[in-house]
């Protein structure tokens, strides 16, 4: 079992280790939908360009370095970071889950039990490290969970757990995209369910 974290918490990453996944999950019982997404981040804290914003409709990185997957049968999305095609300019990456119809059925991340983010070693399933959510999970309907960020060319995983009133579409434009439909966030993962 890898370190547990709590808000704030940091964990170094294996100097070696090539690839990281990256899983968000909630509990299965839960009546809402999570969606995730990853932002790949330079010095300034903004998109190179609008190909750093990875989500179930933009499945990659505009540099192949970051995938989302969903995890069939389970209430997990799941990014893998190969460390090996990450451009010099990104130095951070930041994952980000908002809430399923969250304004109008008046949802936050405060009633949303085991929600948790996790580092893993996709080569062996060991967990590298863990950030639980647990019952002081800030009432709002989008949330800052976790990012990886470049700490003089070695990778740390460090637990956030900043909640925010802001559609995915207001984060994305916080963090400097610009030309993707982003009010499309929930097309692909509706049609699947």
Not at 93 to 108: G, K, M, Q
Not at 176 to 192: K, P, T
Request: proline letters at 3%; hydrophobic letters at 45%.
């Amino acid at each position: 079992m890898g370190r547990s974290l709590i808000k704030g918490g940091n964990a170094p990453l294996d100097y070696h280790l090539r690839k990281v996944a990256i899983e968000l999950s909630w509990d299965a019982d839960c009546a809402c939908d999570l969606y995730a997404c990853a932002f790949l981040l330079d010095y300034d804290a903004a998109t190179v360009s609008d190909g750093d914003f990875v989500f179930c409709n933009q499945p990659s990185s505009s540099c192949g370095s970051v995938l989302y997957q969903r995890v069939a049968g389970a209430r997990v999305e799941r990014f893998v970071v190969d460390f090996s095609k990450v451009s010099y300019e990104i130095k951070r990456i930041v994952f980000v889950a908002t809430l399923n119809a969250a304004e109008e059925r008046e949802l936050h991340f405060g009633m949303i039990r085991n929600a948790a983010i996790r580092a893993v070693d996709p080569a062996t399933g060991a967990e590298l490290a863990l950030f639980e959510l647990g019952p002081d999970a800030p009432a709002k309907p989008t949330l800052v969970f976790a990012e990886l960020y470049d700490d003089y060319g070695e990778w740390q995983f460090r637990a956030l757990g900043q909640g925010y009133n802001l559609s995915i579409g207001e984060v994305a434009r916080r963090y400097g995209v610009e030309n993707l439909a982003v009010d499309s966030f929930n097309v692909a993962r509706d049609a699947e369910e």
